[in-house]
């Protein structure tokens, strides 16, 4: 059950809402989540506190570092303590790990980044190395306001720690606040599509009120719905906050499968507008692409979870009924 | 020897003479081979595409001089006055040769606009602008839909009031593809808002360089331009630039769309004829390592069996069409499995790329599929939406009632 | 070779075949001929063998047909399966009668496709076992050939009109490689069992062969080939069947959509029903044009595809539009269409079981892309 009581998780989210419809910048953020009480949240329900901030960054097609947080909150007792701030180098599929990855924000040449590496053998093991040893280049192709970018160092480092399961844990964590941030991307564009089919007429009509029109905005609909519920069974399939690597994978399929569906949807329905840069659409259909691909894109995803019951994993069920 | 075996001979024989002939049927479009581009709509720099444009009314002019600029249209015009199957039969030979692709002003200017003009203009006009359209000299776009008229393109609100012996043209056009280069545009506008609305409605022939005409570009989500908004600000047409009677313009703009070319053979050109020739997504699958995947397989076959069958039936119409047949339902059967088709074929590259479809990586044929993708949902949109094309399948060919008119 | 007959032509054979269908074969029709010992109308088939000529159309003249090719016989094919026809004559001329037609043996040639083009043999071919595969080598029955004769011995499963048959062609492997054998009902150490089936208007048995006597067809060890040839007919026939009987699934829906008000109009004015029978539209026209395009490349015609694409794009997209046509039939006639009454299941059945005959989709696709070098 949660900690948080309906009245309280509703003002919460308003809250947070307002925070990111004012403004950027992750001292601002900072600040106004301390000044929110954040922390007593956090402690009340962890679970619903990563769902209500990273679902209303998604909304807001916010970017920041918040993610860096989660994961590295999964790593507290594996990493030696940190002497300032530090930042996650997100491995790219297709890359080697540690040496060129995406960082989610700005950095200080000063700030630590903590990457993953892989030995020979296969074993895992986090690495720190200061942001001055990275070139950084910004990542326009896809969604060029995301502000990420990608990261190259040739400069070796050293295993701090082992990774042994911190690494599932980690990205089981991530994953979760990545599921989140996509489903608020997701309701934030079905909101548009609804309201942009609601106010346009055609043949005397608003759009909405026909059929091919209103139907693809409930199937978007139930995929959203669907989508949030696998997420809070995940977060509740295992006792601790972040936990549940197989959960976190189901979960993030299942919203990588939604914003397809709702991106698709939400277009069509938009129509000739949908597919200008005046209309907001673009940019969530962007977005969503861009968290869809973060720590494993649902397709991929999807062909491990197959391999893996094949190879006679037992499924973890996410959801029991 | 027929007609149109005669016909071939010459169309080949001017080939020859003005152009080169691809080596080796597709081999050209191979994998690896040229520029990667997958994409239907462009996202060219000015200057790049004032060569193309350059390049297209150039050979415009040969095929005009050779005396194919028209082939369907008056001789008085420098047509030759052969049918809809010889313009085919044209196209088909010319997909064989490396030549410019004059898509941008043959679809719609003269695909659509020219024939209307035949058809509605009066006699002055048709003489002053029907040859500069056919030499390639004068292009013409459409000034059709509107922010509130899309679909419903009877909703137009663009007011056309007369003065004297002129009319002041007032409103605002969307989605006109290359305004921006083009001379002539054809508006739609309501000279009558007291009756039905499709029965207030005149179209004018506007010359673009008139005092009034502000034409901005349209950022499409690929990130091109092709399309433009156009604001008339009290624009003055003269009287004889009217097409067809006063408040008869519903009539004048069903011949243009009727124009709309039979989705035929002429769809696939430039990028797209790479995209979608034969191998070319098989070599996909194996230069991405998805030779021996199973599922990438399945879902290639299932791609490509539709694929295959569209093309058959695009054959059998013209097929048909040559043997003298009236085109069937098949446009809007073509245009709504094009669209799904390459919709798919757009997903399966994305899927089969993977994460180096994410950013440029320089990688031949990875990253360029991007054009595709963001291309593919304006398929099922521009030229009719999907659903209005069901709505005209459902009700014209299978007989379904209509809608009930809006309480 | 460029086409035999004209558009106008194969519209006059469609409107025959369509006029006697309509009377002969509607749904109660059917229903009855179903429960009748043979499982078909046997009246109505032997007045399509003769007055009609519809068994002989695609043999050689020489053996006593009138060599018409597929892109006519799929007319007439698309027909039946616009009307459902229960009935072997897919099994006996198109599956039967090409395995005899490929297989070069003139001796067999001679002595049964006469039989099969007047309708008195109906003639089955058996080629799966008890996974149900459709494979063209690699069989279990076996056949050996003992002081000048041979003799079979084996379990053939999913058999069409296999009880029914009054000639077999069976594939069983000897010591010489796959070869293909007629077997004739009432041989000896031969039995049936008819199976229950999904699809009730193509009945499917097992047969037990039990050092059966058979004859040769060819030569030992030419059944992949054959078989190949067969399986390229075969589903391009099919092909015009599934589009036919898509076609009146269609049909069906668009009719029910005009008839039946729900809220005070017509539920065919609604976007999701009229939107649905577009999609359904759209799909048969694009399998039709794969059909067409798989018979006249069987019949090798001048501008038609290489055979072996044609007729495996048309097998794919044949049975998918027929299955989905079927299915959202049903959708648009809601509970009516799920009631064992209305026709619409039996299409439904017909069309799965169509699309699993030769191996289903997971085959099929392979398939295309194997013939397209991929």
Redesign the interface.
């Known amino acids: 059950m949660s900690g948080l009581d309906l009245d309280t998780i509703t003002e919460v989210t308003a809250s947070v809402r307002e925070v990111f419809a004012a403004g950027t910048g992750a001292a601002v953020l900072a600040k106004a989540l301390d000044e929110l009480g954040w922390t007593e949240v956090v402690e009340a329900d962890p679970a619903i506190a990563t769902t209500i901030l990273f679902s209303e960054q998604g909304r807001a097609l916010a970017s920041s570092r918040l993610l860096d947080d989660v994961v590295l909150n999964q790593l507290g007792s594996v990493l030696p303590a940190a002497s300032g701030s530090r930042a996650v180098l997100y491995p ?3 890359a080697t790990p540690g040496t060129v990855g995406i960082l989610l924000g700005a950095v200080e040449d000063d700030t630590e980044i903590v990457s993953m590496a892989m030995d020979e053998n296969g074993n895992a093991s986090w690495c720190l190395r200061p942001a001055s040893d990275f070139t950084t280049e910004a ?1 326009t ?2 969604d060029p306001t995301c502000g990420w970018s ?1 990261a190259r160092t040739s400069t070796a480092a050293t295993a701090v720690a082992a990774a042994g399961t911190s690494w599932d844990d980690a990205r089981a964590a991530g994953r979760l606040a990545i599921t989140a941030e996509i489903i608020g991307v997701c309701a934030s564009a079905l909101e548009l599509a609804v309201s942009h089919t609601s106010a ?6 608003a759009l909405a ?5 209103r ?1 693809q905005l409930s199937e978007s609909h139930a995929a959203i719905e669907s989508a949030r519920n696998t997420l809070a069974a995940a977060y509740a399939a295992s006792p601790e906050h972040g936990g549940g690597a197989w959960a976190a994978k189901v979960a993030k399929v299942r919203a990588g499968q939604t914003q397809a569906i709702v991106m ?1 949807r939400g ?2 329905v938009l ?8 209309s907001e ?2 940019r969530y ?1 962007t977005r969503a ?2 968290l869809d ?1 973060l720590l494993g ?1 649902h ?2 995803l999807a ?1 491990e979870i197959g391999t893996e019951l094949l190879g006679g994993a037992a499924p973890a069920r996410v959801v029991t009924i | 020897m027929n007609d149109i075996e005669t016909f071939t001979a010459e169309v080949r024989a001017f080939l020859d003479a003005n152009a080169q002939r691809f080596p080796g049927g597709e081999a050209h479009l191979a994998w690896g081979k040229g520029d990667d581009h997958t994409g239907y709509f462009s996202d060219d720099t000015a200057e790049v595409e004032a060569a193309k444009f350059a390049a297209a009314r150039s050979w415009q002019r040969t095929r005009y001089e050779g005396g194919f600029g028209w082939i369907t249209g008056p001789s008085s015009y420098g047509g030759r006055e052969l049918s809809p199957v010889h313009d085919l039969v044209y196209d088909l030979l010319e997909a064989e040769y490396d030549v410019p692709d004059t898509g941008v002003i043959s679809l719609i200017g003269l695909g659509m606009i020219g024939p209307t003009i035949l058809a509605h203009g009066q006699q002055a006009i048709k003489d002053r602008y029907l040859p500069a359209m056919y030499r390639g000299d004068a292009i013409a776009c459409q000034l059709f839909s509107e922010p509130a008229a899309g679909s419903d393109l009877a909703g137009v609100t663009t007011k056309a009031v007369q003065d004297g012996d002129v009319w002041r043209l007032t409103g605002q056009k969307v989605w006109t593809s290359v305004a921006h280069q083009a001379q002539l545009g054809m508006a739609l506008c309501r000279t009558n808002p007291d009756v039905p609305k499709h029965k207030g409605i005149t179209a004018f022939l506007v010359d673009l360089a008139s005092p009034g005409v502000e034409i901005r570009p349209l950022r499409q989500m690929n990130g091109g331009a092709e399309f433009n908004e156009v604001f008339l600000t009290d624009v003055v047409v003269p009287d004889d630039h009217r097409l067809g009677e006063i408040d008869g313009g519903w009539r004048v703009a069903l011949t243009t769309l009727m124009n709309e070319r039979a989705s035929v053979g002429g769809e696939n050109e430039g990028a797209l004829a790479r995209v979608l020739s034969d191998g070319f997504l098989a070599s996909l699958l194996h230069e991405t390592g998805h030779g021996a995947d199973p599922a990438a397989r399945r879902r290639l076959a299932e791609i490509t069996a539709d694929l295959t069958a569209a093309d058959y039936l695009n054959r059998q119409t013209v097929r048909r069409l040559v043997g003298g047949a009236e085109p069937g339902p098949e446009a809007s059967v073509s245009k709504m499995m094009w669209a799904q088709n390459l919709t798919r074929v757009a997903h399966l590259a994305a899927e089969l790329v993977g994460p180096r479809l994410t950013a440029d990586t320089g990688a031949w044929g990875t990253y360029s599929w991007t054009e595709l993708l963001l291309g593919s949902p304006a398929f099922r949109i521009l030229g009719g939406t999907e659903e209005i094309l069901k709505n005209i399948l459902g009700e014209r060919v299978l007989g379904l009632p209509k809608e009930p008119v809006a309480p | 070779m460029s086409e035999l007959t004209t558009d106008a032509d194969r519209e006059d054979l469609r409107a025959g075949a369509r006029a006697v269908l309509s009377a002969k074969a509607t749904d109660e029709q059917n229903r009855t001929a179903i429960a009748s010992e043979a499982g078909y109308d046997v009246a109505l088939w032997a007045q399509l063998a003769s007055e009609l000529g519809l068994h002989s159309m695609v043999f050689p003249e020489e053996h006593g047909g009138s060599g018409f090719g597929f892109v006519e016989l799929g007319v007439v094919l698309s027909e039946m399966g616009r009307a459902l026809l229960p009935g072997p004559f897919f099994t006996s001329v198109v599956l039967a009668g090409s395995a005899l037609v490929v297989s070069g043996d003139d001796e067999a040639r001679a002595s049964y496709l006469p039989g099969i083009a007047d309708g008195s043999t109906v003639a089955t071919l058996a080629v799966q076992e008890a996974d149900g595969a459709w494979r063209h080598d690699g069989f279990d029955s076996e056949a050996v050939h003992e002081g000048g004769r041979w003799s079979l011995t084996g379990e053939k499963s999913l058999v069409p009109f296999g009880t029914v048959a009054s000639l077999i062609v069976v594939a069983a492997t000897t010591a010489d490689g796959p070869s293909l054998f007629a077997v004739e009902a009432g041989a000896a150490g031969l039995t049936s069992e008819a199976l229950t089936t999904l699809d009730i208007t193509r009945p499917l048995a097992r047969l037990r062969f039990s050092r059966t006597p058979a004859v040769l067809i060819g030569v030992t060890g030419q059944a992949p080939a054959i078989l190949d040839a067969v399986l390229d007919r075969a589903t391009a026939a099919l092909a015009a069947e599934q589009v036919g009987a898509a076609r009146a699934c269609l049909e069906m829906a668009v009719a029910y959509a005009k008839d039946r008000s729900q809220f005070g109009r017509q539920i065919g004015s609604f976007q999701a029903i009229k939107h649905k029978c577009a999609d359904m539209f759209a799909r048969i026209q694009i399998a039709e044009a794969a059909a067409v395009e798989a018979a006249r490349a069987v019949d090798g015609l001048e501008d038609a595809p290489p055979v072996g694409v044609a007729a495996a794009v048309a097998h794919s997209v044949c049975s998918e539009a027929f299955m989905f046509a079927a299915a959202e039939n049903i959708q648009v006639h809601g509970g009516i269409g799920f009631t064992w009454e209305h026709p619409a299941h039996l299409y439904f059945r017909r069309a799965k079981a169509s699309q699993l005959m030769f191996g289903g989709p997971g085959v099929y696709h392979e398939r295309l892309l194997q013939r397209m070098g991929v």
């Open positions: 790219r599929t297709g990542i192709g896809f990608l346009r007429h055609q043949y005397g009509r009120s026909f059929q091919a029109v139907h698709r277009i069509q129509g000739a507008m949908g597919l200008t840069l005046e659409m673009h259909v692409a861009a691909a894109g397709a991929e062909v």
